[in-house]
């Protein structure tokens, strides 16, 4: 699970939010980091929550967003509670891995996933899944 540490835009302290899913032993298929979309955050949610990482899981959860007119499964500030929008993140997270590789994200959690499970969440029940990250 890959996070991007940023400083929050409506409360300027920096935050913690998950941007991308990359498999420890990555297949030729899996060159690059997916994205985090809704669908694959409530399974991160519950993933963060069992490997005690309690307080960022909780700064996920479903919120307003005034762009799409609707709520959200969404990153949140760990100090101020401001959505911090897919768009914006995944934005900034795509330039840095492009201009300074994988390295440029922070690990925050290395977990055994099933490969059905993995399969599931990453690429989607009918193979769509999340975007590359890159």
Known sequence: MLALKRPCWKCGEVTTCVVGL??????PAEGSPRTVDESSRAWIKELLRDHGFVRLAASIKPRWSSTLGSRYLSNGC????????DFPLEEEASDLVRERGMQALDTLLVAEIASPVWQRVVHGEHGGGSGLLM
């Open 78 to 85: 760990l100090h101020c509670d401001a959505l911090q929008g």
């Open 22 to 27: 990359y498999p420890d032993r990555p297949s």
